[in-house]
């Protein structure tokens, strides 16, 4: 690495990137106030980029975020050159947008600090904004715990993933743009999307841990904990639970990764509180799921109330009735004397 390569630490505003459809602006907005209000001493220009147009949900959006030291630019993407991308229930053609940004954003801009919207910030940015990334075009977290698709060598080699790299989750990302636009990633990320086709389990996200293989530079799992974590056990995910047993006690970015959300009816993930605290300090304080008449908004209310307590009753649940199968299956070993018999 050469001095030319060291692209300055920032200054000033930080710029915080997100990239939805105004469908997911509620959940935009709650991540966006998290970001505000865990940095208290720091300016935040907020840009988000979006391929739709929805007057209600801009304003509610800049509502929510209408204090003087916070900024919101929303830049619209013709979505043709989206339309030969892969999109389903899960990946919407807004998740392609974060791969455009270095070139919709002003060039004047140095970095920007990428999170999706299913997250919320639990501790001041600024150290992470202010990170040396060594040289590299961009900080990422681990992806974990590792799926055994993400491992395999093979599927490794398909792709062209170094099997020594550790693959990364793309919902937290640090981008050097400067060094970004001057290696030409945007294009080179699309065509390899182009090429790989189908290959991609995991879209965009597989095709940045390939083409940046050696441009990532691997931030602490705090900086982007995503809530399966917290299901790493000693036994059964050894690795990953000592490399993210410090970030769970103390993590700085909840992403509720996974099909599971906090505003789902019924979901059952970790911290869901989280969410719904950061989600009453904007215009959709108190917005509801869709459900089924008042008995299932009822309980989608107590719910809330219970995670703000810190209390999940899904998960109360689910230990309970795993507690009542174990009490069940032992009831029927000593009935039919199926259990292990004692030694003579």
């Given at each position: 690495m050469n001095a030319t390569d060291r692209t300055p630490l920032p200054s000033g505003p930080m710029t915080v990137l997100f990239c939805a459809n105004p469908g997911y602006f509620q959940?935009?907005?709650?991540?966006?106030?998290?970001?505000?209000?865990?940095?208290?001493?720091?300016?935040?220009?907020f840009h988000v980029l979006t391929c739709d147009s929805d007057a209600e949900?801009?304003?509610?959006?800049?509502?929510?975020?209408?204090?003087?030291?916070?900024?919101?630019?929303?830049?619209?993407?013709?979505?043709?050159?989206l339309n030969d991308f892969f999109v389903d229930k899960f990946m919407s053609k807004e998740c392609y947008l974060r791969i455009f940004a270095p070139e919709v954003l002003s060039s004047d801009l140095d970095r920007v600090?990428?999170?999706?919207?299913?997250?919320?910030?639990?501790d001041d940015l600024r150290p992470l904004w202010e990170s040396a990334l060594g040289g590299k075009a961009v900080g990422a977290a681990p992806d974990y715990p590792r799926l055994p698709s993400v491992i395999s060598p093979t599927r490794r080699r398909q792709l062209g993933i170094p099997?020594?790299?550790?693959?990364?989750?793309?919902?937290?990302?640090?981008?050097?743009?400067?060094?970004?636009?001057?290696?030409?990633?945007?294009?080179?990320?699309?065509?390899?999307?182009?090429?790989?086709?189908?290959?991609?389990?995991?879209?965009?996200?597989?095709?940045?841990?390939?083409?940046?293989?050696?441009?990532?530079?691997?931030?602490?799992?705090?900086?982007?904990?995503?809530?399966?974590?917290?299901?790493?056990?000693?036994?059964?995910f050894p690795l990953e639970f000592e490399a993210?047993?410090?970030a769970r006690r103390r993590p700085a970015i909840l992403h509720y990764t996974g099909s599971e959300k906090p505003w789902l009816f019924r979901s059952r993930i970790p911290r869901k509180g989280d969410y719904f605290a950061a989600l009453s300090r904007t215009q959709w304080a108190?917005?509801?799921?869709?459900?089924q008449g008042s008995a299932q908004r009822l309980e989608f209310r107590f719910?809330?109330?219970?995670?703000?307590?810190?209390?999940?009753?899904?998960?109360?649940?689910?230990?309970?009735?795993?507690?009542?199968?174990?009490?069940?299956?032992?009831?029927?070993?000593?009935?039919?004397?199926?259990g292990p018999r004692p030694a003579p």
């Amino acid at each position: 690495m050469n001095a030319t390569d060291r692209t300055p630490l920032p200054s000033g505003p930080m710029t915080v990137l997100f990239c939805a459809n105004p469908g997911y602006f509620q959940h935009l907005a709650a991540a966006a106030r998290s970001v505000a209000d865990t940095s208290p001493g720091s300016a935040v220009d907020f840009h988000v980029l979006t391929c739709d147009s929805d007057a209600e949900a801009e304003r509610k959006l800049r509502d929510s975020l209408s204090d003087d030291r916070l900024s919101l630019t929303i830049h619209r993407v013709g979505d043709a050159r989206l339309n030969d991308f892969f999109v389903d229930k899960f990946m919407s053609k807004e998740c392609y947008l974060r791969i455009f940004a270095p070139e919709v954003l002003s060039s004047d801009l140095d970095r920007v600090l990428y999170l999706d919207c299913d997250l919320v910030v639990l501790d001041d940015l600024r150290p992470l904004w202010e990170s040396a990334l060594g040289g590299k075009a961009v900080g990422a977290a681990p992806d974990y715990p590792r799926l055994p698709s993400v491992i395999s060598p093979t599927r490794r080699r398909q792709l062209g993933i170094p099997l020594d790299q550790v693959y990364v989750n793309s919902g937290v990302l640090l981008i050097d743009l400067v060094r970004w636009r001057k290696l030409g990633l945007t294009r080179r990320i699309l065509d390899y999307v182009e090429t790989m086709g189908p290959a991609l389990e995991f879209y965009d996200q597989d095709a940045i841990n390939a083409v940046l293989s050696d441009e990532l530079f691997l931030l602490d799992c705090r900086w982007n904990l995503q809530a399966r974590m917290y299901a790493c056990g000693r036994q059964a995910f050894p690795l990953e639970f000592e490399a993210t047993r410090e970030a769970r006690r103390r993590p700085a970015i909840l992403h509720y990764t996974g099909s599971e959300k906090p505003w789902l009816f019924r979901s059952r993930i970790p911290r869901k509180g989280d969410y719904f605290a950061a989600l009453s300090r904007t215009q959709w304080a108190g917005a509801l799921p869709r459900v089924q008449g008042s008995a299932q908004r009822l309980e989608f209310r107590f719910g809330r109330m219970l995670a703000l307590m810190g209390f999940d009753y899904m998960q109360a649940a689910h230990y309970l009735r795993r507690l009542g199968g174990l009490v069940t299956r032992r009831t029927a070993r000593r009935v039919t004397g199926s259990g292990p018999r004692p030694a003579p």
